[in-house]
Each structure stands twice: as C-alpha cells, then as structure tokens.
C-alpha cells in the first residue's frame, strides 16, 4: 500500500471577488483558499501530498445535476456589468457573481471530479480539493448561500456513472445545511447523505423546515438522508463525536459505502463568524480518521465553508494530517456533550430507527422540543420521553464569547499544545515477523530478558497467581516490555507481539504506567483472569469481553462485558466500539492502548482489522496488540500500518448484542459520563 494523499489546489480559484457592498457575501472571499494552502506550505504537509492537475468541468457532467437553462443562465454572467451581476445575483440567496465566476465554478467542480477519478483509479489512496466556489447549498436551477454548482453532488453522481460505485456516503460536516444535496438524493438510496448543521429551531439560514431530523428521505430513499440540527451555537469536539458514535459511525459501517466524500465545511469550527461553534481544528483529525477504514481507505474531503481564516487553515492541515496517517492529537477538554446536542441525536435515533438495523432493537424515544410536535404532527404523545436521562451538561454558552476575545493567542497557544510529532517507525514487532509480508515496513525488536524479580514488583500477586511465574511467562513479557519501550519513548508508534498467554496483558499495562503513561486502556478480547490488583488500578481502565456468563463484578476500572454466549461476535463487536468503547474511552483520555486477542474468540478478521485501525484515534495512536493467535498478526500488521481494510459487507447489530448493549450504557453511566 504505498498510495499517497491526493491535494488539488490552484490560484485559478481564487480569481473572482465581491464587486460591490453585499454584506451578506462579503466572508466568502479569495484569502480562504490561500490562507489553507499557504498554511499547508508552512507545515511542509503540501510536499508530502501527491500534487493532483486541475481541469475544468464540462457541460456533460455539470448536468449530472443542473438544468441546462441554469447553465445558460450562470455562462450570461461572465459577460455582465456590475448593474447587472447584481441583479442577477439577487435573484438568489446569499450568493454573489464575478465575471469570472462561470470559469471559476467550472473548475472548482472540475478538480472535484480529477479527485474522485484518482480516488477511484487507485492513483491515490485518498485527497483534499481545495476549492472555491464552494458547492453543496446550490441546486438544479439555483445557486444558494455562495455556491454555484453544487461539486459534491455532481460527483456522487459522476462516481456512480463512471465507476458504477453502488453506495457512496456522503458526510457534510459543514456548519450550514447542505440541502442542495439533499435534494438531489433525497429519494435515491445509493447516496446516504448526513449533514449536521447550526439549526436553532429554523432560526438559523437557510431557515428551512427541510433542515431538520424528520427529513428522513422520500420514496426508495427513505432513511438515506439524515439530518442532525443543532439548536444551540458553541457545539464542541464532545457533540461532534458523540454525532459520530451514535449516529454516524454505525449507520456508515451498516450501510458499507465504496466511496465517501465529506462536504468539508470549516465554519463549524471554533471562532467562526458563521457557525459560533467550538470545535477546535485537531477534531476534523479525528472525524477524519474514524472516515479512513470505511469504503477501502476512499475518501475525498471537498472544502466547502469556513470563514475564519485562522481556524479555517489550522482545521484543513488537521484533516490532510489525518488523510497523510499522521497521528491524530487527544481532544482535550471534558469530553462531554451537552443536553442540547444530546437531544438531537437521540431524535435522529428516534426518527431513523424504522429503517437501521443498529437502532432497531435498542429503545430510541424522541425528546421533547418545543417544536417538535408542532413541527411534526406524525409523532404521537406516546412516544415521547419528557427529557434526557443522560449525563450530558447543560451548555455554556460564555466559552464562545471567552475564547473569541483574543482569538490569535488563544489559537496559538492551542496549536502549541495540540502538534504532536509522529515516530519515524510505524509499527514494531516482537518476534512475531519472521514470514510477515510488510516485514520491510517495521521494525523488528529485540527481546530483553526479565527476571521473576522485575515482574513481581508491577503486580501484587494472589496465592494462585504465583502459578503465572513461569518461564513462559517471563518470555513473552520480555518480547512485550521492549516494545512499549520503545512506544512510550517514540521512537515507534505502534507494536505487536505475540503471546501464547493472554494475561501478559495485565503486566503489559501496569509496566506502561511505569514508564511513562499515567493512563493505559486495556481491551482484553478473552476469557483469561485478571488480578484483582489491575481491576482496582485507576491508572488501568479495564474493558474485558468474553462469552461467559459469570459473576464477574463491574467496578469503575474494570468492565466486563459478556457479548454472547457463543462467542460468535462478528461485526456487532463495532458497534459495542462506538456506543460503549470509544465514548468511554475519549473521557478516559489513554495515553497507551493495549489490545488483547485471544485466541479462543472468533471474531471475523475483518472485524479486527476494523478495531484496530479505529483504535488508532486515541493515546496518538500509541497502541501494542497482543495476539495469542499468530496467524492473525498478518491482518493485525496492516492494520497498525494504517492500510485500508477491504470492504467486505456491511455490519449489522444482532438483536442480542442490542440488549447487552444497552444495559452496558445504562450501567456505565454511574461512573462515566460520555455516554
Ligand atoms: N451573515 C457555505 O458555508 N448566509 N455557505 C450568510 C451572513 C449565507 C454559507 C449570512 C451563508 C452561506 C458554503
Ligand atoms: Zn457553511
């Protein structure tokens, strides 16, 4: 997999301006491209993006979506006065025309498709477009709110007529609603379109009922549009990832898209004029990465907003980071979402829930809105639930205010904090790689032999644990040690070894609180016993899954989850990830991951590659696997090295794993909150 990161930029596209007083238009203006790239430049990410050429569109492709008199309409401008662009452009919503704005929409749209294409051909692995004019507000015969053809929309379709690409997701983490691509699939159920958007009960432009969470789709298309309103500004990196683990994430990994492309709008970041939010820039990484093991790595990131040119470009080199595999910085902050965004998400749960199979055995009830039952007379009383029963926190909204004061010096010293560097090796192995086919690609490390003495002061140990003392156990942990050495230090992100005893884990942890992190999460996919000593350590969080149903006590460190009995947990494992796992683990702020796989557990190995790759958005992807089963290490390799899992078929929630999966949220939240 030596496939780069396509970036597609030219000067072309920021040829065009306001000409006259328009105060509504006057934030969409050229310094937004060059400010992004210059930026770009500036952290040496642009040499290491393979460069990608412009073209124009053609009319052939533009009416993939347009009609041909809109065309006509858009091409009489580029011979117009000032008089009589303004008229022209006041025929439509918030959008201004140039005389270069025909040529300058026809390329913006044009390297849009010259991404797909190298996405699609495997000349890269995945791509940023920056573009202006931006796209996803205009319509068949409209352009809306600075777009004039709608690139994204344009496309999805370009992709299913060229490639035949039978699913493709598209993901518009814009702070505005999208509904020009909402109209062009809205009945089409080989786009799934999410858009999440600054809403404020129809307050907020474009002011439309259609922006809501009961847009569900028409037709074939139903529940293939899902729209997440924000009622409230000064969203954070906590609800943007709770919309990713609660809505998102499954329904992606349930609908298994060929192609994803995100309508990367970065006015819902922090010190936006537009959006008011407080997502800081490192958050797009981490929305990135957990886009990267869907569609086989495809993944085309357009720009579509963004006004605040500071936040603007920090958030667009987090996103080309995060496509470069770069390791993603820890969010910090709290980690908690707000009632407001909780409320939202769980009516999307509520409104999608007939037509996902994730939402199907889990109880979603809508949440009482002020309008939502005005707005949506279809709901009855019945199925309401008064208000949430969540450990979200009520939103204060003084931070936005705080933090825009002095709004360089904040963002400076923020990006101070956040940039972390990346080890110069990837991925270690001990002893594990004799026959490996990427063994060219790591590092092999060498054992170190420890002593009976060395293990006993990490572990205070119980009468019949003395019986782990053996040799064997001294010889994996001497593969074992070495390697978060050497991962602590970074000198290497990652590591694996192998180890024919399971519970090597546990002391794997506990020496990784030894050496530097003040936090390890310890996911043990297996039945083997854990010392008491580890379960009460609060530098350990414990999350242990296995088929048994024993007596197995929770306690805040350690979880115990009995998945099914016959061990047979596939895909639904994922989503145990998403709603349980990561929420759990982002409040948890590791910085080691040590997964655990035994050998008696047969999960799909596809499953794995999935949870591996996913894993690698906390602790700055420091995370040592510990496979009991060497045959699995082939998989576990690729995906420490970040190579895309192949796209194989959808994941779908058993109805069994639905209940354990509730219970386990409603029993978690005593002691956690981000759930
Ligand atoms: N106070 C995009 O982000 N309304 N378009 C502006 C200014 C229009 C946003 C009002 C916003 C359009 C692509
Ligand atoms: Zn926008």
Sequence with gaps: MALGTGLIYDEQMMDYNLLW???????????????????????????????????????????????????????????????????????????????????????????TLQLVDAVMLGKVKNGMALVRPPGHHSQKSEACG??????????????????????????????????????????????????????????????LK????????????????????????????ADYLAAFFYILLPMAYEFNPELILVSAGFDAAI??????????????????????????????????GGYNLRSLSE??????????????????????????????????RAVQQPYWNFLKNQDNMFIKDPNAKKL????????????????????????VSNVNKDFDEFMNSHMKKVLVLAPRVRTALGGCGEKLSKLDQCLQVEEKKITVEEVG?????????????????LLSLGKIFPLIDKIMNREVRNGIAVSSILSSAAFAARYGTTVGASRVLLLLLGEDAISADIKEDEKILVVQMSGKQDEKKQSKYYIPICWKEDNEWDGDLL?????????????FKPELVILAVGSNIRIQEVSLAHLTHLLQVLAEGRILVISQASDLVETLVSSLLGDPVSATSSFILQQESAQVLMKLRQELKQHWKLL
Excluded at 385 to 399: F, G, R
Excluded at 457 to 473: H, M, Q, T
Aim: net charge negative; charged share 20%; aromatic share 12%.
């Design 21 to 111: 007083d328009y105060p509504e238009c006057n934030i969409e203006k050229p310094e937004r491209l060059s400010a992004s790239y210059e930026k770009l430049k500036y952290y040496g990410l642009v040499e290491r993006c393979i460069p990608l050429s412009f073209r124009e569109a053609i009319e052939e492709e533009i009416v993939l979506v347009h009609s041909l008199d809109y065309i006509e309409a858009v091409k009489s401008t580029a011979s117009m006065n000032v008089e009589e662009l303004k008229t022209f452009s006041y025929m439509y919503n918030d959008v201004y025309f140039h005389p270069n704005s025909y040529h300058v929409a026809k390329v913006a749209l044009g390297v």
């Design 146 to 207: 600075f777009c004039i053809f709608n690139n994204v929309a344009v496309a999805a379709q370009y992709a299913k007529k060229t490639y035949g690409t039978k699913r493709i997701l598209i993901v518009d983490w814009d702070v505005h609603h999208g509904q020009g691509i909402q109209y062009v699939f809205e009945e089409d159920p080989s786009v799934l379109y999410f858009s999440w958007h600054r809403y404020e009960y129809q307050q907020f432009w474009p002011n």
């Design 210 to 237: 259609d922006s809501d969470y009961y847009a569900v789709g028409k037709g074939k298309g139903l529940g293939f549009n899902v729209n997440l309103p924000w009622n409230k500004i000064g969203m954070e990196n």
């Design 271 to 304: 010190g936006d004029p537009e959006g008011e939010m407080c997502a800081t820039p490192e958050c797009f990484a981490h929305l990135t990465q957990l886009l990267m093991p869907l569609a086989n790595g495809k993944l085309c990131v357009v720009l579509e």
């Design 315 to 348: 958030s667009v080199c987090m996103t080309v980071r995060a496509l470069l595999g770069d390791p993603v910085p820890p969010l910090v902050g709290e980690m908690v979402p707000c009632i407001s965004a909780m409320e939202s998400i769980q009516n999307v």
């Design 376 to 399: 949506n007379p279809g709901i009855g009383e019945d199925d309401f639930q008064s208000s949430t029963v969540t450990t979200a926190k009520e939103k204060e909204v003084t931070t």
């Design 457 to 473: 002061i990490l572990i205070r140990f119980g009468g019949s644990d003395c019986a782990y003392l053996k040799d064997e156990y």
């Design 575 to 587: 989503f145990l990830l998403f709603e349980v796992i990561l929420p759990l683990a982002y409040g």
